[in-house]
Structures are given as C-alpha cells and as structure tokens.
C-alpha cells in the first residue's frame, strides 16, 4: 500500500483516477489532501438524490461521448462528485451538482460542450475529511454515512464546512460487488487527525 497516491484498489475501472496524498487515517476518517483541478459539471434540481444524479450523470456522459463541439469522445475518470447540500426541506427540491474529472489531456483545454447545462468548475487544493462505504450509492445510505462521519469528526473536534458535502462514487453501474463510496467533508483550518494512526503504522 502506498500512502502518497491513490493507485489504490478501489481505482479499478477507470484508467484516470483522481491523485491524492493521504495525510492521515484515524480509525473512522482519513484525511486526504487533493490538488486543484478541472471538472466539468451540471446541476440537477431534485427531491432526491437519485433521481437528480441519473439526469445530471447523463448530461456529463453525453458530454464526453461526443456532445461537445470538437467532438471528441473520452473515457471516464473516476470518481464522480456529487455536492450535495446539507440542509434539505422536505417540500423543496435541492440542487445537486454532478462533476466529472477531466482527464488530463483535457485539463487545461477541455471541449466545449453543447449542451449550456454544463459548466467547467475549478476545485482548488483542498483537504478532505474521507468516509469510505461499500454496496451502492443511495440518497438514504449516502445521508446515513455524512450522518456518521459529520458525528465521528464533531467527536474530534475537527472543523469542516458544514454547507455541504460531497457524496463520491468509484464504479459504473455495471460493476456489483466491491463496489466502493465515499462522503467527504471540506476540512476547514487544520486537518485534525487522531493522535497515534498515521499512516506509517499500517
Ligand atoms: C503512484 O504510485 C504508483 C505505484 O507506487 C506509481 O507507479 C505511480 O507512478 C504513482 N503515481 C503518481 C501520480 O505519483
Ligand atoms: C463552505 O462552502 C460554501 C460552498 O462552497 C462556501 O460558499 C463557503 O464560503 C464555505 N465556508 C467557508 C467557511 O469556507
């Protein structure tokens, strides 16, 4: 296992996965430190999750199979972001935004797509607070693991921006088992990890 990037297991399916160094591990979270890059994305205005990320997943994957003035067509890179907001009214729809990572070849100058749905956003350097879940990434099962990670980093009085988080997935539809999730949390300040897991000791 190497700590300093993330050619990891649950980068199995897409030849392009996001790089990151893993700062530290605590028993309930890592801590992940990404650098910026480029993204395409879209919004979906949904009551659930589900049903906003099915439309908004098309829209990207039209993108990179051609629906772009260039025409170009590209393989996904994993994972796919979902931003999700933390507070949800029952009676009023929630906007999702959806984001693929450009692959490097299309970092600096990614095709222009058709569809005006679609945007290019820049994530900056960031740290992450990571929670990892296996089986598949639903509303309810992505809402239980925010739940849980938000809980286990109050516990460690870890700062983290509560507007929203990020609900992460690694594997195609197609792919059934050992599939693996993410939710991350924006670290704000200082990365609190526990005191004595730092990754040399696994
Ligand atoms: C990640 O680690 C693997 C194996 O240690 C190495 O082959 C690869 O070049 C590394 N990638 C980056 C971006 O550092
Ligand atoms: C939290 O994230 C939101 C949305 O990205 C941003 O507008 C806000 O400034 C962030 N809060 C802090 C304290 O950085």
């Known amino acids: 296992y190497s700590p300093s990037n993330s050619s990891s297991s649950f980068c199995s399916e897409s030849r392009e996965c996001l790089q990151f160094d893993l700062l530290c591990r605590t028993d309930e979270y ?97 740290d992450v607070y990571v929670r990892s879940y296996g089986g598949w990434m639903l509303s309810i099962t992505s809402r239980l693991h925010a739940h849980l990670l938000s809980r286990a980093l109050l516990r460690a009085h870890a700062h983290f921006n509560h507007t929203h988080h990020y609900t992460v997935g690694y594997d195609s539809p197609l792919k059934l088992l050992n599939r693996h999730n993410e939710v991350w949390y924006v670290v704000e300040g200082d990365p609190v990890c526990g005191e004595e897991h730092t990754p040399d000791t696994h």
């Open 30 to 126: 890592e801590v992940r430190r990404y650098s910026a890059t480029r993204w395409v994305s879209t919004d979906a205005e949904a009551y659930f999750l589900g049903v906003g990320a099915a439309m908004a997943f098309r829209r990207l994957y039209h993108y990179i199979s051609g629906a772009n003035e260039e025409g170009v067509r590209f393989e996904m890179t994993a994972p796919v972001l979902v931003e999700v907001p933390e507070e949800v009214k029952m009676w009023k729809p929630a906007i999702y935004t959806l984001s693929f990572l450009l692959p490097s070849a299309y970092q600096e100058h990614p095709p222009t797509p058709t569809n005006d749905k679609l945007y290019f956003s820049d994530m900056p350097d960031m």
